[in-house]
């Protein structure tokens, strides 16, 4: 419905409220106090912080959205709400480069370098770190040049490690940026490495789905566009005289994509976007007010009934995915099936959940002043 702020201000009360309910002895800051997500009394705790980290990546405080995330890691290592596929993002963006180098250098996961997010995020990083370096303000020190160097060379070195490990984000970033393409761009995306590269997995293509969904606003800057050119421009080259680094990199590739379970499946793509899905308006008086409403029954009409107002009883909660299933293969959208039947006001009937009546209100008079409603009982005015 787009009441985004007030959805902000009710994840903020939601947060205070779970605050005032923490043990006495319990302090998050001290980064030792653990919460186990699977109990699920913790479990509003950790989905308030993800929704409110998002909150205020969208309204720019990236700092704070990046304190967040290092929190949701903290309290449990598991990361059962995939704080890990944001906290680079929120790095570059809050520029914190440098955190962001040390952070995977000093994890104890050794495979966080080569997920997806890490592998263009830290070349992100030094890229930055190169761009900011003293040498760029100054040319006294012989040894600040030196560093410049070797900042660049690694920066460089990491894209083009990030490209051939997972070369199919290339074309997904140049896709949803969008980059405008030229005969460059087409040569290299029909070089073989990238035109015939497999995305490895469904948990590696998961990853990377969620990576491009995540980060692709930070490839819109025009140096980065031209700089991730130049690197899968240098990497075809590099590819096609067979050098020891590809053959490196491709033996990397097989190990980081060699699994057939996607362990992050409950995490949804969708949860890592800026940008926020909506009911369509025409379903929106269905879904929040009972029969009548959406008819045009003011509140004024409730009066002259004479009683409360009687709604069927609540559905049996099993036998509602069976009729989703049948919605669905009615070609009907089974989302919104399901949300129907979170309301109380709907019948399931036997094609589908919406098939029942909605319950009318008749304002017909008889000769003894009472009114008759479908329910059957007829009350005085």
Same mark, same amino acid.
Not at 75 to 86: E, H, K, R, W
């Given at each position: 419905?787009?009441?985004?702020?007030?959805?902000?201000?009710?994840?903020?009360?939601?947060?205070?409220?779970?605050?005032?309910?923490?043990?006495?002895?319990? &302090?998050?800051?001290?980064?030792?106090?653990?919460?186990?997500?699977?109990?699920?009394? &913790?479990?509003?705790?950790?989905? +308030?912080?993800?929704?409110?980290?998002?909150?205020?990546?969208?309204?720019?405080?990236?700092?704070?959205?990046?304190?967040?995330?290092?929190?949701?890691?903290?309290?449990?290592?598991?990361?059962?709400?995939?704080?890990?596929?944001?906290?680079?993002?929120?790095?570059?963006?809050?520029?914190?480069?440098?955190?962001?180098?040390?952070?995977?250098?000093?994890?104890?996961?050794?495979?966080?370098?080569?997920?997806?997010?890490?592998?263009?995020?830290?070349?992100?990083?030094?890229? @930055?770190?190169?761009?900011?370096?003293?040498? &760029? @303000?100054?040319?006294?020190?012989?040894?600040?040049?030196?560093?410049?160097?070797?900042?660049?060379?690694?920066?460089?070195?990491?894209?083009?490690?990030?490209?051939?490990?997972? $070369?199919?984000?290339?074309?997904?970033?140049?896709?949803?940026?969008?980059?405008?393409?030229?005969?460059?761009?087409?040569?290299?995306?029909?070089?073989?490495?990238?035109?015939?590269?497999?995305?490895?997995?469904?948990?590696?293509?998961?990853?990377?789905?969620?990576?491009?969904?995540?980060?692709?606003?930070?490839?819109?800057?025009?140096?980065?566009? +031209?700089? %991730?050119?130049?690197?899968? +421009?240098?990497?075809?080259?590099?590819?096609?005289?067979?050098?020891?680094?590809?053959?490196?990199?491709?033996?990397?590739?097989?190990?980081?994509?060699?699994?057939?379970?996607?362990?992050?499946?409950?995490?949804?793509?969708?949860?890592?976007?800026?940008?926020?899905?909506?009911?369509?308006?025409?379903?929106?008086?269905?879904?929040?007010? $009972?029969?009548?409403?959406?008819?045009?029954?003011?509140?004024?009409?409730? %009066?002259?009934?004479?009683?409360?107002?009687?709604?069927?009883?609540?559905?049996?909660?099993?036998?509602?995915?069976?009729?989703?299933?049948?919605? +669905?293969?009615?070609?009907? &959208?089974?989302?919104?099936?399901?949300?129907?039947?979170?309301?109380?006001?709907?019948? @399931?009937?036997?094609?589908?959940?919406?098939?029942?009546?909605?319950?009318?209100?008749?304002?017909? *008079?008889?000769?003894?002043?009472?009114?008759?409603?479908?329910?059957?009982?007829? *009350?005085?005015?």
């Amino acid at each position: 419905m787009g009441e985004y702020q007030q959805a902000a201000e009710l994840l903020e009360q939601c947060l205070y409220a779970l605050e005032c309910a923490w043990h006495p002895y319990f &302090n998050p800051s001290l980064g030792t106090h653990r919460l186990d997500y699977k109990v699920d009394s &913790n479990k509003a705790l950790f989905l +308030a912080l993800f929704r409110h980290m998002q909150h205020l990546g969208k309204r720019g405080c990236h700092c704070t959205a990046l304190e967040i995330c290092k929190l949701l890691l903290s309290l449990d290592s598991t990361d059962p709400c995939g704080a890990l596929f944001c906290i680079d993002f929120f790095a570059l963006r809050a520029e914190q480069y440098q955190w962001l180098v040390q952070f995977v250098e000093y994890s104890s996961d050794k495979t966080i370098p080569f997920l997806p997010n890490f592998s263009y995020s830290l070349a992100i990083a030094w890229f @930055r770190m190169e761009e900011s370096s003293p040498e &760029n @303000r100054t040319q006294n020190s012989g040894t600040l040049k030196e560093e410049s160097r070797e900042s660049k060379s690694k920066a460089f070195k990491l894209l083009q490690q990030a490209l051939a490990i997972h $070369p199919t984000v290339l074309k997904k970033i140049i896709d949803k940026v969008p980059i405008k393409g030229d005969a460059g761009w087409t040569d290299i995306l029909n070089h073989p490495h990238f035109l015939k590269a497999s995305e490895g997995g469904p948990t590696l293509e998961h990853l990377i789905s969620i990576y491009v969904e995540r980060s692709y606003l930070l490839w819109r800057a025009p140096d980065l566009q +031209a700089w %991730l050119k130049d690197a899968a +421009a240098s990497l075809t080259k590099l590819a096609d005289k067979k050098s020891p680094e590809m053959a490196k990199w491709e033996s990397v590739r097989e190990k980081v994509s060699q699994s057939n379970d996607n362990q992050y499946q409950h995490l949804q793509v969708s949860e890592f976007s800026d940008s926020t899905s909506t009911l369509p308006p025409e379903e929106i008086p269905q879904m929040m007010f $009972p029969p009548g409403f959406e008819q045009g029954l003011l509140a004024e009409d409730f %009066l002259e009934v004479g009683g409360p107002l009687e709604l069927p009883p609540l559905q049996d909660g099993r036998d509602i995915p069976q009729a989703i299933e049948h919605a +669905a293969s009615q070609g009907r &959208n089974a989302l919104l099936q399901f949300l129907q039947s979170l309301v109380p006001w709907m019948e @399931r009937g036997a094609g589908g959940i919406d098939e029942g009546a909605p319950i009318l209100l008749d304002d017909s *008079s008889d000769n003894n002043d009472s009114t008759t409603g479908e329910f059957g009982d007829e *009350s005085p005015m």
